[in-house]
């Protein structure tokens, strides 16, 4: 491990074994509130802090010391900001964990009912959003595509959410997700989606709308 890094975890590996002891919604409970005083982990590399302590760096002592049912109630009850969320689900779904892979399908359906924070704008082509919980549960979904257990289910349910997902970013984090697909259906859905003109407020790359989410990941798989 790069010594920096190794540096920044130690605060965390105090905090983290100190609470070990309790009941896990007490966990639960004070990381939602310490992570509201940590800079999120992709402010601290766009400023270039990575070696301040940051909530990646929790998230990552979290998965160092094994607290995985925590770090699954983190993602499934909602309570960390969308890009906490996110660092926490893309920790877990780079090990396939199973209970996660279910929950980011929970929380991208086009049936859930999304938190107040992560509602949009209502526009002709869908709600214009930004990057909320239900768009970073999909995004992280693509790691399961690579995981021969899930990919079937994964790559249905990606499709199923870029024909009939109301929010835009949805939609778009679909496309991007899907682009580790190389399936008919996959290619079929994405050549589709070519003409989705809702539009994207996204921080998560240069495009502004689901169409061009869709056309780069047409290009990610043709390998242009």
């Known amino acids: 491990m790069d010594q920096t890094v190794a540096k920044s975890l130690r605060p965390f590996q105090l905090i983290v074994a100190a609470i070990s002891t309790r009941p ?44 995985f049912e925590l770090l699954r109630a983190l993602i499934e009850r909602q309570e960390l ?14 090990k396939f964990d199973d209970s996660t892979f279910h929950i980011l399908i929970t929380n991208s359906s086009p049936t859930m009912p999304t938190l107040a924070d992560n509602e949009g704008d209502k526009a002709k082509e869908g709600i214009v959003t930004g990057e909320g919980i239900p768009e970073y549960s999909a995004l992280s979904l ?26 835009n970013g949805v939609r778009a984090f679909a496309a991007r997700a899907l682009s580790k697909s190389k399936s008919a259906a996959a290619i079929k859905a ?9 539009r994207v407020i996204t921080d998560q790359g240069e495009f502004d709308s689901v169409n061009e989410y869709a056309q780069e990941a047409l290009k990610r798989i043709k390998g242009q």
């Open 81 to 94: 900001n969308s890009y906490n969320y996110y660092s926490v689900a893309e920790l877990l779904a780079m």
């Open 142 to 167: 693509a790691h399961y595509i690579e995981n021969g257990t899930t990919r079937s289910q994964v790559e249905s349910h990606l499709i199923r959410i870029l024909k009939e997902h109301k929010r």
């Open 190 to 198: 994405l050549e589709e989606a070519t003409h989705d003109k809702g």
């Open 24 to 67: 896990l919604m007490q966990q639960h409970e004070y990381i939602v509130r310490l992570s509201r005083g940590l800079m999120r982990s992709d402010y601290a590399a766009v400023t270039g802090q990575r070696d301040l302590p940051n909530f990646g760096h929790l998230a990552e002592e979290l998965i160092n010391q094994q607290k």
